[in-house]
């Protein structure tokens, strides 16, 4: 599952957080076969299942060495975590700094962008206009987008489920160089999807699961035609307000509301550091250009993971999610299962967000209604991983054993 919403070198993940997963920025779900998740329960629970450990001063101090080793590790500037159980003490905690150059601190309050999360945003938009009609999830994307390859047989459900088979076009030279060289241009959605389609297709749609961001680009196009609006503004109106989540917002360009952090990031064009805070993501668009604050993704976990708003209205029809919820295994990524734009591992539910400079993993536990969310201010990899996925790994270890967030390093894709 890849990790970012969008990673330049890998793509757009399925891991837990921005942009990611895995290998582009999502995090896969770790189902083992292609059932739904049942109501309250995740894989491999039962109703007797433990609950996750209580959120003692003893285990908060565990948490805290658990966070500051990971940082200490892997160099992360700054970190947010939040974890919430229904009857337990809650667990925010911030460390490390915002800004290298100030020394000023990381906080809870801060603006983070959440690369891939936004494919969790995108997809459920999808979703909304399936329920009313407007968009059936086997309708082939030719019908709704000219050019594609493969476009009369690659499906909407394909799109979602990232087994298309069209190449991810953040992986493709020519666009690395365009972005690492004017990191402050903007891209069109159009212009993304060229860098794809000048590649041939790479497998029969439905055959294997590959995380591509061109996927969730192509399903923006459809919200907005079959909607009649921008992206960002149905996704205001129809999802981002009634989850009362009025810290979330959909850039038009490089805009970003302060408070935020400075994030850090080596996606450069010579490989040395260098801070991305202001860099465009119109690059990620639909797949991963959103921002966010640790609130805000503390509401919208158990919202994605139900289909529910707070209010306990419906966001998604009961049938739609229950679509949306079956998480076949990614095959190239052991012990992760990947639904419509959004992953299952060891029983957690949600996405994974990464693109330059940050980091974000925003996952839901619904044996016990938990909630984990981390926000980093660097997407520089350690040993192979994105540090999101060690930070999570590291937590998860602590509160809850038997279900582990342990995203397998997996070949870009």
Do not use: C
């Not at 088979?165 to 993304?192: C, M």
């Not at 917002?249 to 064009?269: D, I, R, S």
């Not at 095959?331 to 330059?356: D, E, K, R, T």
């Not at 996952?363 to 192979?384: E, F, K, W």
């Amino acid at each position: 599952m890849s990790h970012s919403s969008a990673p330049l070198r890998r793509g757009t993940v399925i891991a837990v957080a921005a942009g990611t997963l895995l290998t582009p920025v999502a995090a896969e779900p770790v189902r083992a076969a292609s059932s739904p998740v049942p109501a309250g329960l995740s894989a491999g629970s039962s109703p007797a299942a433990p609950q996750v450990r209580a959120m003692t001063p003893q285990v908060a101090r565990r948490l805290d060495a658990a966070v500051q080793r990971v940082m200490h590790e892997a160099q992360v500037p700054g970190v947010t975590v939040g974890i919430w159980t229904p009857g337990q003490p809650s667990y925010v905690r911030s460390f490390g700094v915002a800004d290298r150059s100030t020394g000023r601190t990381m906080a809870p309050d801060l603006y983070m962008r959440i690369g891939s999360e936004t494919k969790t945003f995108t997809v459920t938009a999808l979703l909304q206009l399936v329920d009313q009609g407007k968009a059936h999830l086997d309708d082939p994307i030719g019908r709704y987008v000219d050019g594609v390859p493969n476009g009369d047989e690659i499906t909407l459900r394909q799109l979602a489920g990232m087994r298309s088979g069209l190449f991810n076009y953040s992986a493709d030279p020519g666009f690395f160089k365009a972005l690492t060289s004017d990191p402050q241009r903007s891209f069109t959605p159009r212009q993304l999807l060229a860098y794809s389609f000048k590649h041939p297709v790479m497998f029969r749609p439905g055959e294997k699961f590959f995380y591509s961001n061109t996927n969730l680009i192509l399903l923006g196009l459809v919200v907005e035609k079959q909607s009649g609006r921008h992206l960002g503004d149905y996704i205001k109106q129809h999802i981002l307000d009634p989850a009362g989540m009025k810290d979330t917002l959909f850039p038009a360009g490089n805009e970003f509301p302060a408070p935020h952090a400075q994030g850090y990031t080596e996606q450069t064009a010579n490989g040395t550091q260098a801070d991305a805070t202001d860099w465009n993501p119109s690059w990620g668009w639909a797949a991963g250009a959103m921002i966010s604050t640790l609130e805000d993704l503390h509401t919208w976990a158990p919202t994605v993971a139900t289909g529910r708003f707070p209010d306990g209205k419906r966001m998604v029809g009961a049938a739609t999610q229950q679509q949306r919820l079956v998480t076949p295994p990614t095959g190239s990524i052991a012990g992760a299962g990947y639904g419509l734009g959004i992953f299952h591992v060891q029983g957690w539910i949600g996405h994974n967000g990464s693109l330059p400079g940050y980091e974000s993993l925003t996952i839901h536990l619904p044996s016990t209604r938990t909630t984990l969310v981390a926000l980093l201010n660097t997407d520089t990899d350690y040993r192979g991983q994105e540090p999101s996925t060690v930070l999570g790994e590291a937590i998860t270890r602590i509160i809850s054993p038997q279900h582990v967030y342990d995203l397998p390093v997996s070949p870009t894709g």
